[in-house]
């Protein structure tokens, strides 16, 4: 079919078709628009790899947008949401807009009701419908890519519970279903209700086979001679062999680094078979790799792509929660801008050492990797990939470190001073569209008659003209047709179905701004109302502003019982609008807050900081001058604090961010008790300069705080404890060869630059105040020693690199190549992956190494494929495990280049006869499994029933029952009745552990069933556990605990070794009154599996009695990835026990807590409080106890040689500890260590019930300094 024949399409389409080359339709695609793809007609497509899927959901969901809808693309992997939203953005030229949105899994995505297409994971699409995204009711067609991963045992019932919710949503929606070829596409299509396009064609003939020997053995039973010499490989000889042929080769291996690996090797041979122009080519990519970044990885990418090969770089990403600093000065997290219309957005980076404005040119997300997480001196948190490069001062200048190479004590750069100073909006135009202009009917009638009435649309001219408070988007359109300004034309508004006006002042002013900060700082904003909780003098203060500038009395509410705060409401909808839309309050209590999302200038900020300190901060005088003085700010949202941290340099100022680890704890804030739900983050301005330039740039308008302000900077002078402002010593052997070459001595720069202070600095010792650097920059007129010293970059010390658990990484390629994230400068390579993937397009680049995760995102078909590759670790099977055939034959299905090669071939390799015959039966002479619903497996079905009901879908065990016959399950049951016995079954337990209340059909989720749903957890884990804590009677300890949650469903146990059933068995009977429920007798089925769970247990108790890693590799015969694996999850697990023992009321959450903050630091009872101290880890900790001192507060007040010998003499170790402790004169100088002694944790002391301080507890292996919760990864 020719593309020009194509009905029911945009008019627009068939001419871009052809002139982005497509000029005749596949036969698949033919054979879809047959079926009515375009008409609104849903359809399953299963075709091959490569043969125009893509094309087919393109053609459904633009007609659908051209008939007045919306389209959703859903994708199974986060690295291909911006794959596909990179290919669809070439329809905006076509006035259609393109939003992606795969993360925030408690965000409705508001902005997304402006796109016509939407591309989102099958999970945040999960999360949009249980959150009530209004938009969803909207969607006219939904395309599945990859549905065949229905079948998924982890994706596949999300996938599956996900369509039949937008499917019950809409009935009429429209269902493009995009599979690979499997064994029952007819399944799926009526399961779908939909056509079948069922079909293996390719555009370009596949040969497949496996190499062995000296061969190619294809599937037609021919042969073909590709011979390995000597000690070459295989993947070589194919390498080799593809390139006399004048192909390329995609390899794919299991592991990023065996792709890298593989891709310097194989470059040894693409080098030989370049002609000069690839050469050439070839070097200026690896350049154009280089300048992107500096980096190792760059390096070793450059230098393979050089000479012809290539790994698949997926990017250098941060999580997604990072604060990306806008070029306005207002904060965006990561997740948030990837995937959004980001033409013409510009963020802050860095060019050499000045601060500058960056574009962002391209936005990046991956799947789940591991997560290093960089805490710095200044209190800022980075969570990274251990890839990401991070910049560093070095000899010749900025260098960019690898996250995973830094050090604690290294420091990195962030910004100094901010000189960001934007224009502010008007306020009236930032007003919802949908309140009402009061009585301007003059203006209105003066407008309309001052158009043409044509302009107008039947609403516009029947309402307008007429004595009505019209709508403001109404209202701003009129104006902006007459030539009028709307902003200047009205002075009140009304909220819609309101009656008193309220007075809106034009533009944004220092008492609308500093009343939001006020809210924000100790108020709430709710549908109608905002706020403020507080004293005489802030009520006071508020009243006077609402009723100066909106024209309103607020109302008081005196507070009554002791446990009420006095309080002061203006209820006017508008102005709660304002605020929750555009100065980042959430109306539903649960949610952060943000600084303003609108760009204020220097003074608007000034203001509103001011009434977040007045309301919020609290002033701390003390008369000494060691620091003790200090402005503070509490708040449980660590994105917030960070965003206030960053938003303070604007005006210069330095402040430190710690973490107050209180969540469940009685504690006092800013003069009341309260129970805190969560963590509380504390910011600090201390410092005589820095609380001086607080008050004449910000300051309090609070009486009493301000006057204390006065007062502490009156009596402590100049010179107490201050954020540090130093150049680390990187330049240090620079500034000395520098000297030397000009002969210039230590005293020859006294007494601009003290000897003593030099000559550490340049040895390496310590870093130089920069006051004292800036006169060596002039005393030595060196380009870069000036530049330094005069830089908009701050050296933030590293106090802690921590492993995290893997989370979705996200990234921006900027004009810069770095920008501001969490307030620290953070790298971005992701240009790396389009230069790569043209290059090979071009055939300059003969080879790419990938692994099967990556090749998912991989649009780059090549002559050969080459599957090296058949195993890959699966941790469901604590092993290496064969990749499907489905996903073997999806990897051969990238082979051929239509138009360029005369056929593709796909080769595994085989280094057996036994291995050939293997790989022929599995992968080459099979077809694709058959999909087959996995939501009936019990974690699957008993989550996503107690989901679909605590979200409201299903109210009634008929409403469940008949949301199930939507699903792919209830279409592969054959048996009759056996969905309503499942469904009974599930909602019996679901009942039986009160997760849900039941009355007649009628179905409704209980608190605890709400809060097991939010949590994430199983039902079943969840039943364990709090049947568990309800069966304790004394306090639990730790290893009933670990046992607890390791025997629940979302725990992978370790299994049972030969011989361990014995040792474990005794070890049940030794401690079986610490074991929480009931223990099943030895006799039973099931006592295996709660051997398997304590054997897990005790791992973890031994980790929290500070065995040393080595010993616990060995005793379980488990890897140290397998301990961080098992950690990461108990400290998941044991939260979610602390979060239902409150549920259910139970008293044992302080325990549970204990347990939790030991297994996260590897720690024992008594070194709890000394792990909490940034920069203190489970070593440092024990050899500070051993010392005799046992606490944050005898840390405080030790003798500091005891302190320097505790920490191996190690000074800015020692005074970093010394600081983050509170002490008040951290510094190490002329301190000599004293002779403490070190011993080591042993198999006596590695145990329960030693109490008090171990004997000789060095709590590790060796004398390393490793201070991450797990060791060295």
């Known amino acids: 079919m020719d593309v020009s024949e194509l009905t029911d399409v945009p008019e627009w389409l068939p001419a871009d078709l052809e002139e982005s080359g497509v000029a005749e339709l596949y036969p698949p695609q033919a054979e879809a628009v047959e079926a009515g793809v375009t008409n609104g007609n849903s359809l399953v497509a299963s075709v091959p790899t490569a043969s125009g899927k893509t094309l087919v959901a393109e053609l459904a969901m633009l007609s659908s947008v051209a008939r007045g809808g919306k389209a959703l693309y859903i994708v199974p992997l986060r690295a291909l949401a911006s794959e596909k939203q990179r290919e669809f953005e070439r329809y905006e030229d076509h006035d259609l807009s393109v939003g992606v949105s795969t993360g925030n899994y408690e965000s409705k995505e508001k902005w997304l009701a402006t796109c016509d297409v939407i591309v989102a994971t099958s999970e945040k699409v999960d999360s949009l419908v249980r959150n009530g995204a209004p938009w969803i009711s909207e969607l006219s067609c939904v395309v599945a890519d990859e549905v065949h991963l229905v079948d998924d045992r982890s994706r596949g019932p999300t996938l599956e519970v996900t369509l039949a919710k937008l499917r019950r949503k809409n009935p009429d929606i429209q269902m493009v279903a995009l599979s690979a070829t499997i064994g029952n596409p007819e399944v799926l299509a009526e399961w779908l209700d939909a056509e079948l396009v069922d079909s293996d064609w390719r555009p370009i003939d596949l040969r497949r086979g496996v190499h062995y020997g000296q061969a190619v053995h294809l599937e037609d039973g021919s042969q073909r001679e590709l011979s390995v010499r000597g000690n070459q490989r295989q993947t070589a000889a194919i390498v080799a062999d593809t390139l006399d042929e004048d192909g390329s080769t995609l390899v794919f291996v299991n592991s990023r680094k065996n792709a890298e690996a593989a891709a310097r090797r194989l470059a040894d041979i693409t080098e030989e078979g370049l002609d000069e122009a690839e050469r050439d080519r070839l070097a200026s990519v690896a350049e154009e790799i280089r300048d992107v970044s500096d980096t190792e990885t760059?390096?070793?990418?450059?230098?393979?792509?050089?000479?012809?090969?290539?790994?698949?770089?997926?990017?250098?990403?941060?999580?997604?929660?990072?604060?990306?600093?806008?070029?306005?000065?207002?904060?965006?997290?990561?997740?948030?801008?990837?995937?959004?219309?980001?033409?013409?957005?510009?963020?802050?980076?860095?060019?050499?050492?000045?601060?500058?404005?960056?574009?962002?040119?391209?936005?990046?997300?991956?799947?789940?990797?591991?997560?290093?997480?960089?805490?710095?001196?200044?209190?800022?948190?980075?969570?990274?990939?251990?890839?990401?490069?991070?910049?560093?001062?070095?000899?010749?200048?900025?260098?960019?470190?690898?996250?995973?190479?830094?050090?604690?004590?290294?420091?990195?750069?962030?910004?100094?001073?901010?000189?960001?100073?934007?224009?502010?909006?008007?306020?009236?135009?930032?007003?919802?569209?949908?309140?009402?202009?009061?009585?301007?009917?003059?203006?209105?009638?003066?407008?309309?008659?001052?158009?043409?009435?044509?302009?107008?649309?039947?609403?516009?001219?029947?309402?307008?003209?007429?004595?009505?408070?019209?709508?403001?988007?109404?209202?701003?359109?009129?104006?902006?047709?007459?030539?009028?300004?709307?902003?200047?034309?009205?002075?009140?508004?009304?909220?819609?179905?309101?009656?008193?006006?309220?007075?809106?002042?034009?533009?944004?002013?220092?008492?609308?701004?500093?009343?939001?900060?006020?809210?924000?700082?100790?108020?709430?904003?709710?549908?109608?109302?905002i706020t403020l909780t507080g004293g005489e003098e802030m009520l006071s203060e508020f009243d006077r502003v609402v009723y100066e500038q909106f024209e309103r009395e607020a109302i008081r509410a005196s507070g009554g019982a002791p446990a009420k705060t006095p309080s002061s409401t203006l209820g006017a909808k508008p102005i709660a609008d304002l605020f929750a839309e555009h100065f980042g309050m959430a109306r539903d209590g649960e949610s952060d807050l943000r600084l303003p999302s609108v760009g204020l200038s220097d003074e608007l900020l000034g203001a509103y900081l001011s009434g977040l300190f007045d309301a919020g901060g609290s002033m701390s005088s003390r008369s000494n001058a060691d620091g003790g003085t200090c402005v503070e700010f509490y708040s449980n949202s660590e994105s917030f604090v960070t965003q206030v941290k960053t938003a303070l340099l604007r005006f210069g100022i330095l402040a430190h961010k710690d973490r107050r680890d209180v969540e469940g704890r009685e504690t006092t804030i800013r003069g009341r008790g309260v129970q805190t739900q969560r963590d509380v983050y504390r910011l600090s301005i201390y410092g005589v300069e820095q609380l001086a330039r607080f008050r004449s740039e910000i300051g309090f308008r609070h009486p009493s705080k301000a006057a204390a302000l006065d007062e502490a900077i009156e009596r402590n002078p100049p010179g107490g404890r201050d954020q540090n402002d130093v150049i680390p010593p990187g330049l240090g052997e620079r500034i000395r060869e520098e000297r030397d070459e000009r002969d210039i001595s230590l005293d020859d720069l006294e007494p601009a630059v003290p000897k003593a202070t030099l000559s550490r600095y340049e040895n390496g010792v310590t870093p130089m105040k920069r006051s004292t650097f800036r006169s060596l920059a002039e005393a030595l007129n060196d380009p870069l020693v000036g530049a330094v010293a005069g830089s908009e970059l701050y050296w933030d010390r590293i106090d802690r690199i921590t492993e995290r658990k893997p989370e979705p990484l996200y990234d921006l390629s900027t004009s810069t190549a770095n920008f501001v994230a969490n307030g620290v400068l953070a790298h971005n390579t992701s240009e790396h992956r389009s230069l790569v993937e043209n290059a090979f397009r071009e055939r300059a680049i003969k080879v790419i190494c990938a692994t099967p995760t990556l090749a998912a995102g991989v649009n780059t078909p090549s002559r050969r494929v080459v599957v090296r590759d058949w195993r890959r670790y699966d941790g469901s099977v604590g092993g290496m495990a064969p990749l499907s055939t489905l996903e073997v034959h999806q990897m051969s299905g990238r082979a051929g280049r239509p138009g360029l090669d005369p056929y593709g071939e796909a080769l595994l390799l085989a280094k057996s006869h036994e291995e050939l015959e293997e790989l022929f039966d599995r992968y080459i002479w099979t077809d694709p499994e058959a999909v087959q619903s996995k939501l009936a497996a019990e974690p699957a079905l008993r989550t996503h029933v107690l989901a679909t009901i605590a979200s409201g879908f299903a109210d009634s065990r008929s409403g469940l029952l008949a949301f199930l016959e939507r699903t792919l399950y209830s279409t592969q049951t054959t048996e009759s009745g056996r969905l309503e016995r499942v469904a009974d079954t599930v909602l019996d337990y679901l009942e039986a552990n009160d997760f849900l209340e039941r009355d007649g059909d009628g179905v409704e989720a209980t608190d605890l069933g709400h809060t097991v749903s939010r949590l994430y957890l199983d039902p079943m884990s969840a039943a364990e556990i709090v049947n568990g804590l309800k069966r304790c009677e004394n306090r639990p300890t730790a290893l009933g605990l670990y046992q607890l949650v390791c025997r629940t469903p979302d725990m992978y146990q370790l299994y049972l070794r030969s011989g361990e059933r014995e040792r474990f068995t005794e070890l049940v009977y030794e401690r079986e009154s610490e074991f929480l429920g009931r223990v099943p007798s030895e006799f039973e089925d099931e006592f295996e599996d709660w051997l398997s769970a304590l054997k897990t247990g005790k791992l973890l108790e031994d980790w929290a009695e500070e065995l040393p890693e080595d010993r616990i590799t060995d005793r379980y015969g488990v890897g140290p990835g397998d301990i961080r694996g098992k950690v990461d999850a108990a400290q998941w697990l044991l939260g979610a026990a602390e979060r239902l023992a409150s549920e259910v009321g139970l008293e044992w959450a302080p325990a549970i807590r204990e347990s939790r903050r030991r297994v996260e630091d590897g720690v024992r009872e008594e070194l709890i409080d000394l792990t909490g101290v940034r920069g203190v880890g489970r070593k440092r900790a024990r050899r500070l106890f051993d010392a005799g001192i046992e606490s944050r507060s005898e840390l405080r007040e030790a003798d500091k040689g005891v302190v320097l010998g505790a920490l191996r003499g190690r000074r800015k170790t020692a005074e970093n500890v010394l600081e983050n402790a509170g002490r008040a004169d951290p510094s190490m100088t002329e301190i000599e260590p004293a002779d403490v002694g070190v011993a080591t944790i042993d198999e006596g002391t590695a145990r329960r019930g030693d109490g008090g301080r171990a004997a000789g507890g060095g709590g590790g292996a060796g004398d390393g300094e490793d201070q991450s919760n797990l060791g060295d990864f």
Not at 367 to 387: A, C, D, F, Q
């Open 298 to 529: 760059s390096d070793d990418l450059a230098e393979a792509v050089r000479r012809g090969g290539a790994f698949h770089h997926a990017g250098l990403c941060v999580t997604a929660g990072t604060e990306v600093l806008n070029a306005d000065g207002t904060f965006e997290p990561i997740e948030s801008i990837v995937g959004r219309e980001n033409e013409g957005r510009a963020v802050l980076g860095a060019d050499g050492f000045e601060l500058t404005t960056a574009e962002v040119t391209d936005t990046f997300e991956m799947n789940e990797r591991p997560v290093l997480e960089v805490e710095t001196r200044s209190g800022n948190v980075l969570r990274l990939s251990r890839n990401h490069p991070l910049p560093t001062l070095g000899a010749d200048g900025i260098e960019w470190v690898k996250a995973g190479q830094l050090e604690t004590d290294e420091c990195v750069a962030r910004p100094r001073k901010l000189d960001i100073d934007p224009e502010a909006p008007e306020l009236r135009s930032l007003l919802a569209g949908d309140c009402r202009v009061y009585r301007e009917y003059e203006t209105v009638r003066e407008c309309r008659e001052a158009i043409d009435p044509d302009q107008l649309d039947f609403t516009y001219r029947s309402t307008y003209g007429q004595n009505r408070n019209v709508r403001l988007d109404g209202f701003e359109t009129l104006c902006e047709a007459a030539g009028k300004s709307p902003e200047a034309e009205f002075t009140h508004v009304i909220a819609r179905g309101g009656h008193d006006p309220i007075a809106v002042p034009r533009s944004l002013n220092e008492d609308v701004c500093w009343t939001a900060g006020a809210v924000a700082g100790d108020g709430f904003v709710d549908e109608h109302c």
